[in-house]
Each structure stands twice: as C-alpha cells, then as structure tokens.
C-alpha cells in the first residue's frame, strides 16, 4: 500500500470540501449561503446557531473574553464602553471558540460538500485551512446597507433595546460592527482573499451568482 501524499491528514486537506462565507453582520451570509446549499446540494453550517452550545464548550481558561463579557450587563457590554474597545474585546472578534467549528467541520460526513457561513469566520483563521483560496470568500457590507438589513430583519434594537440608553447603544454596536467590516477588508487585502462588497445595490440571486463563481461551483 502507498503512503499518503503529505499533507493528506493536516485540517485543510480533511476540510477540502467545504466552502467558507464570512463578512460583517448584516450581509446576507446565512441568505446566500442557504442558497447556494439549496443550488448545488451542500450541507450548510450556520455558525451562528451554535455560538451557545460552543459558549457552554468553552472554558475560562481557553476563552477568557467570553468570560468576561458573560460576566457583564447590558449596559456594560454596549454603552460604558467605546465602539474601539467593543471591537478588541469582543471573544467572537478575537477568534475565541473558532476551534469548536472547526471541530464541528471535521466530525461531519466528507462526502459531500459543505457551506459554512458566518462573521466568526475570521480571515487570518480560515486561511490556514484552505487547500484551495477559491473555496472562500467574505462579504462586506456597507454601513448603509447593514442598518437597513438590520431594519428589514426586525433586529435593530434587539440587542440595543434591552439596555438603558437605545439609541447610543445601537449608535455603539453600528460603529463596532463597521470598524469591524473595515477590519476584515484589510486582512482580506493582506491574505489576498476574496471579498465582495454588499450595498443593495444587485439582487440576493445576482449576489449569489457572484459567490458561486468564486467558488468555481
């Protein structure tokens, strides 16, 4: 029997058959995801609807961030703090927890293809696990375009609304999440990652083409 090419056991060559779609909040990751699932028969993974149960794997001591942030309130979290500190404190932002999706990935079936989406997919993280850099691609919102998203969704003040001061607060995590966005567009520039901008201004099956053909599906 021949051995194994090198290579063959390492996370990217075991997550060759899944397909990554990150962005900012508010971009249509998890829409244009289930559509591509849906187009070309992939399973799709929402890291989104499992960021509790990746919350109760993880621990103080691997995810110290978490920690800290379950331990405030509402108005510690969005209004006694800047939009800057949010971002550099955030555990999701800092890639906390990533771990549990890659080990959620490489438990599932490799026999057909997978669509992972959701803004935990940070650049500098998924680049490591890339056989192939057509197999990702992050979509980035515009300010503009995310508070209408955020609007159309019924989700505006969600969050905000459950703290002493709403309109601040939103004003604070609108900012938060485009300093994010920002910072996403400058690791993709750096790893030279495909990133493809969100403004409303095409449709979610044009967006979705656009995705598809980075993709090479």
Do not use: Q
Request: net charge neutral; charged share 25%; no cysteine.
């Amino acid at each position: 029997m021949s051995a194994p090419p090198p290579g063959a056991g390492s996370p990217a060559a075991r997550l060759r058959h899944v397909y990554w779609l990150g962005g900012g909040s508010g971009a249509g990751k998890s829409t244009i995801a289930r559509r591509l699932a849906d187009r070309y028969g992939l399973r799709y993974y929402g890291t989104d609807e499992v960021m509790s149960d990746h919350a109760a794997r993880s621990t103080a001591a691997d995810s110290p961030r978490l920690a800290e942030f379950v331990a405030m309130d509402m108005d510690e979290r969005w209004l006694l703090r800047s939009p800057e500190t949010m971002l550099e404190t955030f555990h999701w932002f800092r890639g906390e927890g990533f771990g549990h999706i890659v080990d959620d990935l490489l438990a599932l079936p490799d026999t057909s293809g997978v669509i992972v989406e959701g803004f935990r997919l940070l650049p500098r993280l998924v680049a490591p696990l890339l056989a192939d850099p057509s197999r990702a691609a992050w979509l980035l919102p515009t300010p503009e375009f995310r508070r209408l998203a955020l609007d159309r969704r019924g989700d505006t003040w969600t969050i905000a609304g459950r703290t002493s001061a709403p309109p601040r607060a939103l004003a604070n995590l609108l900012e938060r999440d485009r300093l994010f966005t920002d910072r996403l567009a400058g690791e993709l520039r750096e790893l030279g990652l495909a990133a493809v901008p969100v403004d409303g201004t095409v449709s979610e099956e044009v967006l979705a083409d656009r995705v598809a053909a980075l993709f090479r599906l």
